[in-house]
């Protein structure tokens, strides 16, 4: 809550702009908990992406299927790459709980480094996929399936962006409590993109190539 002093009744009837004066006060948790509160509204999000690619994933319009396209390996990478970004991550927020600025940005580098690989490959297999004349505009399947995994993309572009703005705070200011705030919600964003990979690998991949 806000805190309010009154000043004297000269002061008040000398100027009325000086009658209080207001402390702002964060409160304590209040970022945490409506960062949690976003993460519930993407998780809405993706959950209507993953059931249109469930009503439309088997719509080839006469086109190619997920059998004849995806390439297990290269995402088998990519996936790969995303689970140690965010080993990476964890280890720099030990780091961050130690004070340790150094090995704390260090980390978050690596995680920042495995998150441009992924977004690397995944641009590498869209383009592959439009240069074969498999692009959204080809089928309901191709559509959904660039909806669900162009939006997750776009989500890993949005949390490297973030990282690197925080690493040049933490450069800056340190680990003050407001960017050990920071790290703590770009840690729960990252873990929770993981978690949504995991499930298009899972749905969308595998079982994309099964007959």
């Not at 003050?176 to 790290?183: A, I, K, Q, T, W």
Request: aromatic share 14%; proline share 3%.
């Amino acid at each position: 809550m806000s805190e309010i002093t009154f000043t004297s009744a000269s002061a008040m009837s000398a100027d009325a702009s000086s009658r209080f004066y207001v402390g702002e006060h964060h409160p304590e948790n209040g970022t945490l908990l409506g960062f949690w509160l976003y993460l519930m509204s993407d998780c809405l999000v993706f959950a209507c992406l993953f059931a249109a690619y469930a009503v439309l994933g088997r719509h080839y319009a006469g086109g190619p299927s997920g059998a004849e396209l995806f390439d297990l390996p290269l995402v088998a990478v990519n996936t790969s790459m995303l689970l140690l970004s965010s080993i990476t991550y964890g280890f720099a927020m030990l780091e961050s709980q130690r004070k340790r600025i150094g090995n704390t940005l260090l980390w978050l580098g690596i995680t920042g480094l495995f998150g441009a690989g992924f977004i690397t490959l995944e641009l590498t297999e869209f383009v592959h996929l439009i240069h074969e004349g498999a692009g959204p505009q080809r089928s309901a399947f191709l559509s959904s399936f660039f909806a669900l995994v162009g939006t997750h993309g776009l989500h890993v572009t949005f949390g490297i962006v973030w990282l690197v703005t925080l690493m040049f705070q933490l450069n800056k200011h340190g680990l003050v409590p407001e960017n050990r705030r920071r790290l703590m919600c770009l840690s729960m964003f990252w873990h929770f993109l993981d978690v949504i990979w995991i499930g298009v690998f899972t749905f969308v991949y595998l079982m994309g190539v099964l007959p």
